[in-house]
C-alpha cells in the first residue's frame, strides 16, 4: 500500500538520469502529465501510495565518463495491509515503470542531436520488449484457455437433444429402476455433485482467465495509443526495414 525509498548516494545530478519521477498520468499529452522529479540525494526519502495509478519511473543512467565510478544507492520499504479499498483493486503485476515522454524539440522539420536519435531509439526499443512482453502473456492465457476447454471437453452449448424415452438405470420394460442402478444410486450422486463442484471451479478459471486476457488487451491498446507510440510508428517501419536489409 506503502512505498518509501531513502536515497543513500551523497553525488547526483537529474541529468545523470536514474531521478524518479512521479507522473500524474502518462496517457496524457507530455503537455498535460504533471512530473515531480526527486533528485535521488543522501538522506532524502520518498513516500507514495502504491495503486493502479501510482505511476512512477526514472531516466535511463547515463553517467558521464568520469562519474563512471558511481552508482545510485537507496533503501526501500514496502508497507502491505490485509486488504483495501474496493476501488483501488486490481489484477496482481509486477511493476511497471512509467517510459519517458519523447523529447520536447522533437518537431516538424527540426534537425535532431545524436542523443535524442538514441533517445528515442531507447523509447522505441523498451516499448518493444513491453509489447512483447504483453502479448506473450495473452497467449500463455489463451493457451492455458484452450487446454481447459480441451481437458473437460467445454464447447459452445449444443443445440437441445431429444430426451431419452427411458431414464438411464430404469428397466426399459417397466420403467422402475433395475437392481444394478438401485446399488449404485449413491455413488452415482456423490459423482454428480463432484462433477458438479469441477463445473464450478472450472466456470471461476475460465471467467477469470477471460479477464486476465481483457486487461492485457486493453494494456496493449493503451500502449499503442498512447502519444510517443504514434509518434514514434515510422521510426518503427524504418527499423523494420532496415533490419530486413
Known amino acids: 500500500r506503502l512505498n518509501l525509498i531513502i536515497y543513500l548516494t551523497e553525488e547526483w545530478e537529474d541529468a545523470w538520469g536514474g531521478s524518479i519521477q512521479l507522473h500524474k498520468d502518462p496517457y496524457l499529452p507530455p503537455s498535460q502529465d504533471e512530473i515531480a522529479v526527486v533528485t535521488p540525494l543522501f538522506n532524502r526519502c520518498v513516500i507514495f501510495e502504491t495503486n493502479e495509478y501510482s505511476w512512477h519511473g526514472f531516466p535511463r543512467i547515463n553517467l558521464p565518463e568520469e562519474k563512471r565510478h558511481l552508482s545510485r544507492k537507496s533503501f526501500a520499504l514496502y508497507y502491505y495491509t490485509v486488504s483495501r479499498p474496493a476501488e483501488e483493486l486490481g489484477s496482481e503485476h509486477s511493476t511497471i515503470y512509467v517510459e519517458q515522454h519523447l523529447p520536447e524539440t522533437l518537431a516538424p522539420g527540426e534537425a535532431l542531436s545524436g542523443e535524442e536519435v538514441q533517445r528515442i531509439r531507447d523509447l522505441v526499443f523498451t516499448r518493444d520488449q513491453h509489447l512483447k512482453r504483453l502479448y506473450g502473456n495473452i497467449k500463455q492465457l489463451n493457451d492455458e484457455l484452450n487446454d481447459l476447454k480441451e481437458r473437460f471437453k467445454l464447447q459452445a452449448p449444443p443445440g437441445v437433444a431429444d430426451e431419452p424415452a427411458v431414464e438411464p438405470g430404469r428397466d426399459p420394460s ?72
Open 174 to 245: 417397466t420403467g422402475l429402476p433395475s437392481p444394478a442402478s438401485v446399488s449404485e444410486s449413491d455413488d452415482s450422486d456423490e459423482q454428480a455433485e463432484e462433477h458438479a463442484v469441477d463445473r464450478t471451479l472450472l466456470d471461476a478459471q475460465l471467467q477469470q482467465r477471460a479477464q486476465q486476457i481483457k486487461l492485457l488487451e486493453q494494456q496493449v491498446h493503451e500502449l499503442k495509443q498512447s502519444t510517443s507510440w504514434r509518434v514514434t510508428r515510422p521510426l518503427r517501419r524504418l527499423k523494420t526495414l532496415l533490419a530486413r536489409q
